[in-house]
């Protein structure tokens, strides 16, 4: 099965990616997954700090323009492609309307609620991804899926305590 054909799999890497860095081998994942982590840090917090000072749903459109403008400079400016296939313009239509709602239900959030109940609620999108993934995408179900599902569900109990 082609990366084009299977979501799961990544499109430029057949296996595990590896990154030369000073020598040391690293999956670059790991060191994207840690990008991802700090600029979502920072977002939750400019965008609770804008959503208390002008309306949640316009600091949230003024968030998403910024971040289109930012990625479409990128793309432009580096050597990212440009080719579309109907496939992934939809899948990319979708993934918008998602993060839509997704940074509307934060930004409303974190102005009639805590940021840290908010922000940990919402970082276990990933538990929402791993139940898509196996029951839509045909992913393997494993222990550790199961366990860090149930591990997440757990957190979420225990920071509304």
Same mark, same amino acid.
């Given at each position: 099965?082609?990366?084009?054909?299977?979501?799961?799999?990544?499109?430029?890497?057949?296996?595990?990616?590896?990154?030369?860095?000073?020598?040391?081998?690293?999956?670059?994942?790991?060191?994207?997954?840690?990008?991802?982590?700090?600029?979502?840090?920072?977002?939750?917090?400019?965008?609770?700090?804008?959503?208390?000072?002008?309306?949640?749903?316009?600091?949230?459109?003024?968030?998403?323009?910024?971040?289109?403008?930012?990625?479409?400079?990128?793309?432009?400016?580096?050597?990212? =492609? &440009? +080719?579309?296939?109907?496939?992934? !313009?939809?899948?990319?239509? *979708? %993934? #918008?309307?998602?993060? $839509? /709602?997704?940074?509307?239900?934060?930004?409303?959030?974190?102005?009639?609620?805590?940021?840290?109940?908010?922000?940990?609620?919402?970082?276990?999108?990933?538990?929402?991804?791993?139940?898509? =993934? &196996? +029951?839509?995408?045909?992913?393997? !179900?494993?222990?550790?899926? *199961? %366990? #860090?599902?149930?591990? $997440? /569900?757990?957190?979420?109990?225990?920071?509304?305590?």
């Amino acid at each position: 099965m082609s990366p084009e054909s299977d979501p799961t799999e990544p499109r430029n890497s057949p296996g595990k990616a590896v990154l030369d860095v000073e020598g040391s081998r690293m999956n670059p994942a790991i060191l994207f997954g840690v990008g991802t982590m700090l600029a979502w840090g920072f977002w939750i917090t400019f965008g609770n700090v804008a959503s208390n000072s002008i309306d949640p749903e316009m600091a949230a459109f003024v968030s998403y323009l910024t971040a289109t403008v930012v990625t479409g400079v990128y793309v432009v400016f580096s050597d990212a =492609s &440009v +080719a579309v296939t109907n496939r992934g !313009l939809l899948y990319s239509a *979708v %993934a #918008g309307v998602a993060a $839509a /709602l997704g940074v509307l239900s934060t930004f409303i959030g974190v102005t009639v609620g805590s940021t840290a109940v908010v922000s940990t609620i919402g970082g276990m999108y990933f538990v929402t991804a791993a139940v898509i =993934s &196996v +029951a839509a995408l045909g992913e393997p !179900l494993s222990i550790q899926k *199961v %366990a #860090g599902i149930g591990l $997440a /569900l757990v957190a979420i109990v225990v920071i509304n305590q």
